[in-house]
């Protein structure tokens, strides 16, 4: 009987019964309690970088045209060409996403089958990146191709404009597109054909009437261009030169290949001579002074202006380069917006050729094909 009651009170602590009134506690080994974490809730990805399950068909994708694998470019814009192509057929239209590595962060999706880029000066690095896309599952391995850039920093700042080099001597022109406030510096940088290249050196900003003139550096500002000839310059080799409001003075006394203005300032009026003699007044009024082709009569041939001191100095001291530069050099516009270059050879090819400008590290800046 009592043999009886101890198996009893045995069962009744494993099960964990209540024994006359008495809760007995179980003897289970004690277990680690595990703690629930709530799950928080992430924002969705953009739709193409959302982790898939696998596609139940398989997406390829094929750059077929656009530069090799390392190759270097020469300009600000490259074209791809791709390929996409599902097994088994599904239904549904292909589309792709492109991306430039080194250019862009996020992917652009396209139903074409071609991306033209725009690439930025300075030499460069990218990777361009395209995949197949179809019923919200993209092509995995997306095709890549690798590219580099030698473009100078300055590109697009300086353009070739308009050449004329098919037949000698040679000329081209360079236009600016330059910000507010910005200059930059082109001498060094170098002119290359099939035929040869040359550098651009330096010039004169100021041709002073009297001081000697000092050659520096060609700095060109907004809305400057420069026009470059294959012919000896007025000045002499290697000088060139920015025209001003008085060139025009100068042209009886040297010949300019490349045009400059007829036009100078001060055109006479009666209160400026009215003090002068009658004969002087005509003479400067009339025929004998144009300032609208910078001329001056020889008025040598006019004894009664020859003979006269005051209406000689008048004219010396109005309509004469020197003079006009002492009038007009502080005044804002006294300067032409362009640069005279003259480097007398031979440049370009007769019939195919492509100019480039280089900077001074050799990168390009622009170049022109025809």
């Not at 880029?117 to 896309?133: A, D, N």
């Not at 050879?345 to 170049?367: A, E, M, P, Y």
Request: charged letters at 15%; one cysteine or more; hydrophobic letters at 30%.
């Amino acid at each position: 009987m009592h043999f009886l009651l101890i198996i009893a009170l045995v069962v009744a602590v494993i099960v964990g019964l209540n024994v006359g009134g008495i809760s007995l506690p179980s003897l289970s080994l004690p277990t680690s309690q595990s703690t629930t974490t709530p799950t928080s809730q992430s924002s969705s990805p953009a739709p193409s970088e959302v982790q898939q399950a696998p596609a139940p068909f398989s997406l390829n994708t094929n750059i077929v045209e656009g530069p090799d694998e390392g190759a270097v470019i020469s300009e600000d814009k490259v074209s791809f060409t791709f390929t996409g192509s599902v097994a088994p057929e599904q239904s549904g239209s292909l589309r792709f996403e492109t991306k430039v590595e080194g250019l862009e962060d996020d992917w652009k999706e396209t139903s074409s089958t071609s991306r033209t880029v725009t690439i930025p000066g300075g030499p460069g690095e990218y990777t361009f990146l395209v995949r197949s896309k179809l019923q919200g599952y993209v092509d995995q391995t997306p095709a890549a191709r690798t590219f580099h850039t030698n473009l100078s920093p300055y590109y697009g700042k300086v353009k070739l404009s308009s050449l004329s080099v098919k037949s000698q001597p040679f000329s081209l022109r360079l236009t600016t597109s330059l910000s507010s406030g910005e200059t930059l510096d082109i001498t060094g940088w170098t002119l290359t054909s099939k035929g040869g290249s040359f550098p651009i050196g330096q010039g004169i900003e100021r041709l002073h009437p009297t001081q000697n003139m000092t050659l520096r550096n060609i700095i060109l500002r907004p809305s400057n261009q420069v026009i470059i000839s294959g012919v000896a310059g007025p000045f002499g080799q290697g000088i060139n030169f920015r025209p001003n409001l008085c060139f025009g003075y100068l042209k009886p006394f040297y010949t300019f290949p490349i045009s400059i203005s007829s036009s100078c300032p001060d055109n006479p009026k009666l209160g400026d001579v009215q003090y002068l003699r009658s004969e002087c007044q005509d003479f400067i009024l009339g025929s004998g002074v144009s300032t609208s082709s910078c001329k001056v009569a020889d008025y040598t041939q006019f004894p009664e202006i020859a003979s006269d001191s005051e209406c000689i100095n008048f004219i010396r001291n109005r309509y004469t380069y020197d003079a006009c530069y002492a009038l007009h050099s502080n005044e804002s516009g006294f300067d032409k917006s362009e640069w005279h270059v003259y480097e007398p050879r031979t440049f370009g090819g007769s019939s195919h050729d492509t100019i480039k400008l280089l900077d001074k590290q050799g990168l390009l800046v622009n170049q022109y094909v025809y």
